[in-house]
T-cell receptor, first 115, second 112 residues
């Protein structure tokens, strides 16, 4: 029972490059989300999904795309990386479509540096 | 925008002492949650308290909620060096079921 798995753990990108951060969960959770964590800013919601085929924007969606073709996977795509996207990215899932009722299970994070 | 704000920003105590951390929020909530984050790791869910509850316990953790003051406190009793971590409160919005908003966190250091 792996929980929430994020890959890669570390990544360095050049400005303008694109990449996909992977997130997979094996708990059959309906709800999945992406947060970024920056020093002094706490965690900010990027995008979330309440089920396969359904996604919505969070607080800071610009520069990121998501899709949810299966219950298990929720990849985050950076379209054209910018230094402002240097951050630690966390994927989190919840057993219902409403994390307020059951809380999140978090992955271990992807530390991204854009140079 | 930040819904929950923790206080203090940093706390340093001796092993065996109790640690009290506070969270204040601005708008009405359904539930409030506390998470722990060890250095370089993801967040771990500690406890959830519903708006109709005033106090909840889990092991050495005690959480209180005062909806009239829009505040919550997390008490860790008989702290251990392994409790050294950052602690976050997370709140929902009464009309927004699908989003949790996190505070900036409290850094707790427990000295052996």
């Amino acid at each position: 029972n792996a929980g929430v798995t994020q890959t890669p753990k570390f990544q360095v990108l050049k400005t303008g490059q694109s990449m996909t951060l992977q997130c997979a969960q094996d708990m059959n959770h309906e709800y999945m989300s992406w947060y970024r964590q920056d020093p002094g800013m706490g965690l900010r919601l990027i995008h979330y999904s309440v089920g396969a085929g359904i996604t919505d924007q969070g607080e800071v969606p610009n520069g990121y795309n998501v899709s949810r073709s299966t219950t298990e996977d929720f990849p985050l795509r950076l379209l054209s990386a910018a230094p402002s996207q240097t951050s630690v990215y966390f994927c989190a899932s919840s057993r219902s479509y409403s994390p307020r009722d059951y809380g999140y299970t978090f992955g271990s994070g992807t530390r991204l540096t854009v140079v | 925008s930040q819904q929950g704000e923790e206080d203090p920003q940093a706390l340093s105590i001796q092993e065996g002492e109790n640690a009290t951390m506070n969270c204040s929020y601005k708008t009405s909530i359904n539930n409030l949650q506390w998470y722990r984050q060890n250095s370089g790791r993801g967040l771990v869910h500690l406890i959830l308290i519903r708006s109709n509850e005033r106090e909840k316990h889990s092991g050495r953790l005690r959480v209180t909620l005062d909806t009239s003051k829009k505040s919550s406190s997390l008490l860790i009793t008989a702290s251990r060096a392994a409790d050294t971590a950052s602690y976050f409160c997370a709140t929902d919005g009464r009309r927004v079921r699908s989003k949790l908003t996190f505070g900036k966190g409290i850094t707790l250091s427990v000295r052996p």
